[in-house]
């Protein structure tokens, strides 16, 4: 939240309060979330750089909780980036596999959370004079489309996006006119990508990310695309359709030997 909170700063000194609050106005609004996340390092370059205030949601990949949330991962799993940072610490991560829980065992409970969050953020947001956006699959790959596509509806104000490692999810998202309008996906190169598949949905402006180790080369299927830095900020819905994302690996896959990460 340094970020953000730099903002959050900037916009105080905005109001010509002529005394320091014990309270800052936008406490309740924007550091009580129930299942959403303030920010993380990229999330708050979106709100310093392009100006999106960012909500993510934190769930446990793989099945870690019991219930799968990663339908289509491969060798990206054990070198996962929710094992980097603050996922190394119990309490964080047993805060993931509760709220993978809670959606599984009490989707409505979830959804009514998620959507008091939603609410919030969006405040936030207008006080600070930034755009909402949501990334719901932090660590996971859950389908809302399908699984709450009440969320995109319910909250056309709101950007949603992701990354997802589903050929599935992306043809549909690459060509289908009931796609919600405000859900972007890019899809994240894996050791399952079929070169000929990816080429077509680029041509239908999908965007695709993949982790690269420094000097080497892009697979062939990519070369001739734009190119942007994919760490440059999390508003990935910003970038020129049909674009490659490049990311530098992070955590665990820094150092691993992996056939997903060339
Ligand atoms: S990289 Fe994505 S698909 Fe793979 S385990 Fe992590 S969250 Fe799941």
Not at 108 to 132: N, V
């Amino acid at each position: 939240m340094r970020r953000v909170g730099r903002a959050l700063t900037r916009h105080a000194a905005g109001r010509h309060v002529c005394c320091t609050p014990t309270t800052a106005p936008w406490e309740d609004i924007i550091t009580r979330y129930h299942l959403l996340s303030e920010s993380n390092y990229k999330a708050d370059k979106s709100a310093d750089l392009v100006g999106w205030l960012t909500g993510t949601l934190q769930l446990a990949p793989g099945r870690l909780s019991g219930y799968e949330v990663c339908f289509d991962r491969g060798h990206c799993y054990p070198t996962c980036v929710f094992y980097a940072g603050r996922g190394g610490f119990d309490s964080t991560k047993q805060a993931r596999i509760r709220r993978t829980k809670l959606l599984h065992e009490n989707p409505d409970a979830f959804y009514h959370l998620l959507s008091e969050d939603l609410a919030k953020l969006s405040r936030a947001a207008e006080k600070l004079g930034l755009e909402p956006c949501c990334r719901p699959n932090c660590f996971s790959d859950v389908p809302w489309e399908e699984r709450m596509p009440q969320l995109f509806t319910e909250w056309p104000g709101i950007q949603f996006y992701d990354y997802t490692k589903s050929a599935e999810r992306t043809d549909l998202f690459a060509g289908n006119s009931d796609w919600p309008a405000n859900y972007h996906l890019t899809y994240s190169w894996s050791e399952k990508s079929k070169p000929r598949v990816v080429a077509k949905w680029m041509d239908r402006g999908v965007s695709v990310a993949i982790p690269m180790r420094e000097n080497r080369q892009l697979p062939p299927a990519l070369e001739g695309r734009p190119i942007v830095d994919g760490d440059q900020h999390d508003a990935i819905f910003l970038h020129p359709p049909g674009s490659v994302l490049v990311l530098k690996p992070k955590g665990l896959a820094r150092t691993a030997r992996t056939e997903f990460i060339p």
